[in-house]
């Protein structure tokens, strides 16, 4: 199994430009999370997915929006990127088997917007 | 309004040492309090997590002391080796919202010094 995946691994982008984040897990987990990652601030929850059909906002949601394709892919878009969204992207999946909390986290996506 | 406060942010302890990283969470509501560990350029991994129905956890050389009056959480790392020089992300949730949302401290970064 792979786990969580992430693509792309890295991305320059200019300030205007839109892109997608890509993430798929192939644990048959139910619930997916969207974080970002800033220096000193932890990480902070951008959406959550629940589960296929559903996505919530998290602390920080502003400029972005989610999909949710199936129950494998969620997907985070960036419409119009600012320099503020110079970030590492984390996805994680979650089991929904009863008292399994443990999320799995990707290896992250380097973002940087110039 | 930040819900786990995370102390220290950086700590250099010697080989053989005991790394110790403590946290308070202000939300009554949460009862999974998980650590994770992350090595530079990885994902955050779970290291170990507890309820609050115990009072310790103990993993190999990682421990976790709970102190629900207190409202903190720590963890200890026995024997600490080089190998373990991470960063270290506490966490919380509560277990009976549905989703799961962690919330996590800022980090320390742990430099354990031959």
């Known amino acids: 199994n792979a786990g969580v995946t992430q693509t792309p691994k890295f991305q320059v982008l200019k300030t205007g430009q839109s892109m997608t984040l890509q993430c798929a897990q192939d644990?048959?987990?139910?619930?997916m999370y969207w974080y970002r990652q800033d220096p000193g601030m932890g990480l902070r929850l951008i959406y959550y997915?629940?589960?296929?059909?559903?996505?919530d906002k998290g602390e920080v949601p502003n400029g972005y929006n989610v999909s949710r394709l199936n129950k494998r892919e969620f997907s985070l878009r960036l419409e119009s990127a600012a320099p503020s969204q110079t970030s590492v992207y984390f996805c994680?999946?979650?089991?929904?088997?009863?008292?399994?909390?443990?999320?799995?986290f990707g290896p992250g996506t380097r973002l940087t917007v110039t | 309004q930040q819900q786990v406060k995370q102390s220290p942010q950086s700590l250099i302890v010697q080989k053989g040492g005991i790394s110790i990283i403590n946290c308070a969470y202000e939300?009554?509501?949460?009862?999974?309090f998980p650590w994770y560990q992350q090595f530079p350029g990885k994902g955050p991994a779970l290291l170990i997590a507890?309820?609050?129905?115990?009072s310790e956890k103990k993993e190999g050389r990682f421990t976790i002391s709970f102190n629900k009056s207190a409202k903190q959480f720590s963890l200890h790392i026995m024997d600490s080796q080089p190998g373990d020089s991470a960063t270290y992300f506490c966490?919380?949730?509560?277990?009976?919202?549905?989703?799961?949302?962690?919330?996590f401290g800022k980090g320390t970064k742990l430099s354990v010094i031959p």
């Open positions: 644990m048959n987990h139910n619930s």
């Open positions: 939300n009554t509501a949460f009862d999974y």
């Open positions: 997915s629940a589960s296929e059909g559903t996505t």
């Open positions: 994680a999946s979650r089991s929904a088997l009863a008292g399994f909390y443990e999320q799995y």
């Open positions: 966490a919380a949730t509560p277990t009976g919202a549905g989703s799961y949302q962690l919330t």
């Open positions: 507890i309820r609050p129905d115990v």
